[in-house]
Structure formats: structure tokens, C-alpha cells
């Protein structure tokens, strides 16, 4: 089943390795991660920017992650990072720049 997420927030996720990286999310998904970090999933997640705005860029990743994935039940036991092929990485970057991040 394809989820129906809709965006608005940018959060820093670290993974267990110490590195980083950005993520567009939303308060459920923001809540995930906040559980991978309790089970030891990941090492931290922050939320960076709330309520950012609905452009193009974020609905064009809304509709790949909304294509591509579905949102975790809350008895997940590992914790599922988003590939982004490069033209969807773009529009995270394009994103995170409207929003003066990175």
C-alpha cells in the first residue's frame, strides 16, 4: 500500500557510524526516528526547520518517497533510510536550499 505522507519538516538524521544526513519528513516520521534512536536504530535525529514550505520540490520528493515507500509500523526492527536515485537527490538539495540548510 502506497503512503500518503506530506512534508513539512527538514530533520538531521546520524546514523550509527557517527555520519549525517538530511531528511524531509513530517512529525509521524520525525516520531520513527525518535523510536530508532530509543531502540538503538540510529545514533540521533534533530529537526532542523518546521513547517517549511509546500513548493514544487518538496511535493516532487512527496511523490517519489509517497511512491516508493510506506510509513513504518511502530514495531519496526530496523530503520529504513530513503534511497534517492541522483534527480531526486536534487530536489532534496533544491529543498534544503530554499530553506537556507547545508
Do not use: C
Not at 523510536?35 to 545514533?43: D, F, M, N, P, Q
Not at 513504518?72 to 536534487?90: G, I, N, Y
Amino acid at each position: 500500500m502506497k503512503s500518503h505522507e506530506v512534508f513539512t519538516l527538514i530533520e538531521e538524521i546520524t546514523r550509527l557510524d557517527g555520519s549525517k544526513y538530511m531528511e524531509v519528513s513530517n512529525m509521524v516520521q520525525n516520531g520513527r526516528a525518535e523510536l530508532a534512536v530509543e531502540r538503538g536504530l540510529i545514533k540521533q535525529v534533530r529537526i532542523l526547520q518546521l513547517n517549511i514550505a509546500h513548493t514544487p520540490h518538496v511535493q516532487a520528493y512527496e511523490d517519489y518517497v509517497n511512491e516508493h515507500y510506506t510509513m513504518p509500523e511502530e514495531d519496526f526492527k530496523t530503520f529504513q533510510e530513503w534511497e534517492k536515485p541522483a534527480e531526486v537527490q536534487d530536489e532534496v538539495q533544491a529543498i534544503l536550499h530554499e530553506n537556507h540548510i547545508g
